[in-house]
């Protein structure tokens, strides 16, 4: 069964770091490209970012350019989403989800077709 | 950045009615467009990839149509599962941009 399985949820205090990670499971991980999508409390859908564990390639939303990071470390399927510094507006759900096509050239098969858990990340002092 | 207006934001129907929500993009996206379904404390689902094509396991009352910067959703004859919050999404070029979300509730 192909999978995304998150870490739990954090509370932290603003100006603190964090890295929330989504292990793949099921599937070549290197092959299919992994993105992030944040949902503020009672809020839509809001795409962050995206890499490819094959050679770590990123791409960001200019709106979380600079925001955060995504890294991957492909040898335990395993993405990551990370903040040097927190805020009290990074309070939502993350998750992650694999987009489909299964190769890096993105194509019209690219919609996210697999989601994580969630992982609700509470920031608060 | 790709801007993704959807319509209505909120409907009210009631269960064997035939739904349509409407995603427009700022530009053309070609076929690239997503639409997923919401419940509450739950992950997206993929419902429709590629416009129209529908994701396996998904019920064949769900259909998708339209190109370039127009597209719909249509459920043909609604059940009570299917009330819940529904997205679209372009995924273009190495981006992708969702719409604010439709709520569709119970007359």
């Known amino acids: 069964e192909v999978q995304l399985v998150q870490s739990g949820a954090q509370v932290k205090k603003p100006g603190k770091s964090l890295k929330i990670s989504c292990q793949g499971s099921?599937?070549?991980?290197?092959?299919?490209?992994i993105g992030w999508v944040r949902q503020m409390p009672g809020k839509g859908l809001e795409w962050m970012g995206i890499i490819y564990p094959g050679d770590s390639e990123t791409r960001y939303s200019p709106s979380f350019h600079g925001q955060v990071t995504i890294s991957a470390d492909k040898s335990i399927s395993t993405a990551y989403l990370q903040w040097s510094s927190l805020k009290a507006s990074d309070t939502a759900i993350y998750y992650c989800?694999?987009?489909?096509?299964?190769?890096?050239?993105?194509?019209?098969?690219?919609?996210?077709?697999?989601w994580g858990q969630g992982t609700m990340v509470t920031v608060s002092s | 950045d790709i801007q993704m207006t959807q319509s209505p934001s909120s409907l009210s129907a009631s269960v064997g009615d035939r739904v349509t929500i409407t995603c427009r993009a700022s530009?053309?996206?070609?076929?690239?467009l997503a639409w997923y379904q919401q419940k509450p404390g739950k992950a997206p689902n993929l419902l429709i990839y590629?416009?129209?094509r529908l994701q396996s396991g998904v019920p064949s009352r769900f259909s998708g149509s339209g190109s370039g910067t127009e597209f719909t959703l249509t459920i043909s004859s609604l059940q009570p599962d299917d009330f819940a919050t529904y997205y679209c999404q372009q995924y273009d070029t190495y981006s992708g941009t969702f719409g604010q979300g439709t709520k569709l509730e119970i007359k």
């Open positions: 099921g599937y070549t991980f290197t092959n299919y490209w």
């Open positions: 989800a694999r987009l489909g096509g299964g190769f890096k050239t993105m194509g019209s098969d690219d919609a996210f077709d697999v």
């Open positions: 530009q053309s996206i070609t076929t690239w």
């Open positions: 590629k416009a129209s």
